[in-house]
């Protein structure tokens, strides 16, 4: 997936096999979501170069998964691929930089 594409991943669902399409919600009582942004950044790595480990989409949607655990969260959806700011690293004069995965974590919930 290319920085700045989107993909759907639900709750208990491999890294590897996201869906790109939103599982439809009925309910007969007023459903109630509750969004959280959640973020999640590759190694740094230097900055004309792609990431050094060759899974590094895995570990960052891995990553973006636990958080969403973490809040109880149903799915994560819109997921965008971002390089982060370089920096310089004084000592040595290289560049680095790191790729940010950001997304939205949603719980569903329907109220009595």
């Known amino acids: 997936m290319k920085p700045g594409a989107s993909q759907v991943i639900r ?61 109880d969260a149903d799915a994560i959806i819109r997921v965008d691929y971002q390089n982060d700011g370089v920096i310089r690293i004084d000592e040595t004069g290289v560049n680095l930089k790191r790729v940010v995965a950001t997304g939205i974590a949603v719980k569903l919930s329907c109220a009595a």
């Not at 890294?15 to 009582?29: H, I, K, Y």
């Open 11 to 71: 709750r208990g669902q491999d890294a590897g096999a996201a869906s790109q399409t939103l599982p439809e919600f009925r309910s007969t009582a007023s459903p109630r979501v509750d969004v959280h942004r959640i973020e999640a950044a590759s190694a740094w790595h230097p900055a004309h170069g792609s990431p050094l480990q060759e899974n590094w989409r895995e570990l960052v949607v891995r990553e973006l998964m636990r958080k969403a655990e973490d809040i």
